[in-house]
């Protein structure tokens, strides 16, 4: 199932939805106060540097994504990027809720004609994990089996905020020849809930479960964006550990704009990624918590540098890494790339120019055309086919 460009009536309908929930959990005189406080911003600044920006400053000063995206792409980015840098984190988790996401979701189906998805999914519930099973036949063992971990700085995001751009994702799979091809994206337990290990452990217990579903571990694609990803790398080096693990490895992995090392100098602001270096410091040593040290490379992957656990921990098939030139993350993301190299695996990558953190995801939504929306997806299906057969 594959639906079109976010539209401004999606919009409407979104913040229709968003409304009672923030309302619900959050409460209407601290959802009010945010709101009037960031009024200013919002209504006045943010429109000012837009049109400054975009229509009143020549091309080639402009800052490298404003060059390239659409009106409605700079606008929307403009918002996130106000959002992220600003917005408490328990108000966010609620913007990417299930009892938001999951309607809104609803609604852009039957906008297109579709009172039930093509593909069906149910949520999975077992001791230690939880998450979503996506398969086009629920009564066919799958041919290939990816494993997901959604991004949101451990501290917000779901598994159906990234429902539509999963369903997506399986329908390219099935248009490129498998047979039967299934995702598992985890609801891993959000900080501060909780903190580092239990999101592992949960990472570990999901991939069992994946495992003990399709039996062969060359038929598992495991991946993630931003510190989803984070958790896919933690999880590769924890299986690395133990001989009887190694020889579960999936086949290949999926790094989209990942997290590699939570607390980094180099993970600076740009004038084109949304993502803010404040926030990332403050949401990273959350998760971190107060009885693990920082530098441990099992909670910031991007730290170990020990190339023979690198090369025991890398899927057979190698690595995809796809993040953008302007992220906040890239310098720490093309270390790692340096270090697995050396490491011995297959490593591919594909660094767009100008590109801002997790595109391949928010493009589907944001893209103009269906061509330049599916472009990531169909990059990432076009060699996990050539890999996995």
């Not at 917000?156 to 329908?171: H, N, P, Q, R």
């Not at 086949?251 to 740009?270: D, F, G, H, L, Y």
Request: proline fraction near 6%.
């Amino acid at each position: 199932m594959i639906l079109s460009q976010i539209s401004y009536l999606d919009c409407l309908v979104f913040l229709i939805f968003l409304a009672p929930q923030l309302i619900i959990h959050v409460g209407f005189f601290e959802t009010a106060k945010w709101v009037l406080g960031a009024s200013p911003s919002l209504c006045v600044q943010l429109p000012y540097q837009f049109l400054h920006e975009r229509y009143f400053t020549p091309r080639q000063r402009r800052s490298p994504f404003v060059q390239n995206a659409t009106a409605f792409q700079d606008f929307v980015i403009r918002c996130v990027r106000y959002a992220f840098a600003f917005m408490p984190a328990y108000i966010g988790r609620v913007f990417f809720s299930k009892q938001v996401a999951l309607p809104f979701l609803y609604f852009r189906m039957l906008r297109h004609g579709y009172f039930t998805s093509p593909i069906r999914w149910r949520e999975i519930h077992r001791k230690g994990f939880k998450g979503v099973w996506i398969i086009p036949n629920e009564h066919e063992k799958p041919d290939i089996v990816i494993y997901y971990c959604h991004g949101g700085g451990f501290s917000m995001g779901s598994s159906y905020f990234y429902l539509e751009f999963l369903l997506a994702w399986v329908t390219l799979l099935k248009e490129s020849g498998y047979r039967n091809p299934a995702l598992f994206t985890l609801e891993y337990t959000l900080v501060p809930d909780a903190v580092y290990p239990t999101q592992v452990q949960q990472c570990f217990a999901g991939y069992q479960h994946v495992l003990s579903i399709v039996e062969d571990p060359s038929k598992i694609c495991v991946g993630g964006d931003s510190a989803g990803a984070t958790l896919i790398l933690s999880l590769l080096l924890y299986m690395a550990d133990l001989p009887e693990r190694c020889s579960k490895l999936p086949a290949m992995s999926i790094m989209i704009s990942p997290w590699v090392t939570i607390i980094s100098k180099q993970n600076r602001n740009t004038p084109s990624d949304y993502l803010n270096a404040d926030s990332l410091h403050l949401y990273g040593t959350q998760y971190i918590g107060r009885k693990v040290s920082q530098d441990d490379p099992m909670v910031s992957p991007g730290l170990c540098k020990d190339l023979s656990r690198w090369s025991r921990a890398s899927p057979k098939k190698g690595w995809l890494f796809l993040f953008g030139s302007e992220e906040v993350l890239g310098p720490e993301t093309r270390n790692l790339i340096s270090v697995l190299k050396k490491a011995g695996p297959e490593v591919e990558v594909d660094e767009a120019k100008g590109g801002i953190h997790a595109w391949p995801v928010a493009t589907l939504y944001l893209g103009e055309t269906r061509d330049s929306r599916l472009k990531g997806l169909r990059d990432i299906v076009r060699v996990v086919r050539r890999k996995i057969v």
